[in-house]
Every structure is written in C-alpha cells, then in structure tokens.
C-alpha cells in the first residue's frame, strides 16, 4: 500500500486564502476611502495637469577600450552628452 502525501488542515491554501479575504474585508471602509482618494488623486493630475511638458536626458559614452577591466580604464575618461 503506498503512502498518501495529506497537507495539514493548518496549511491548507483555501483556508489561507479565506482568511486572507477576511482580512481584507475588516478594514473594507479604510480600503474604499483608500480606492476613492486615489482615483480622485489620479483624476486631478489628469484632468489639471500640463498639456505638454518638457524632459530631458542624459547619455554617458565610455571611451572603447579592448579590456574594460584592465588597469588604467577609469571612469574619467567618459564623454558626456547632455540633451
């Protein structure tokens, strides 16, 4: 007869996913004020916001060397080229 593997009904998935929704529910009201506060956050930057906005970048070009690794490559030797 072989030997039949059994999770312990302390760890079984279901179980821990019940409670976990149980969690959840005890705090529903912090949960919907937290969900209405973000949207409504989100709706005013989106809606307020800038119609346009500027970015910048920055591009750090290493010299090409045979070795990257070898004495005497420093990071001094970089060109940079701001946009």
Do not use: W
């Not at 989100?42 to 970048?57: I, P, V």
């Amino acid at each position: 007869m072989t030997s039949v593997n059994r999770v312990p009904d302390d760890h079984d998935e279901p179980a821990l996913l019940r409670d976990q929704f149980r969690q959840l529910l005890r705090y529903r009201t912090l949960l919907a004020v937290g969900v209405v506060v973000g949207l409504l956050g989100g709706g005013y930057l989106a809606l307020g916001g800038e119609k346009t906005y500027t970015a910048t970048g920055e591009v750090q070009v290493r010299s090409a060397i045979a070795d990257p690794f070898a004495a005497g490559a420093t990071a001094d030797k970089g060109i940079n080229i701001g946009s």
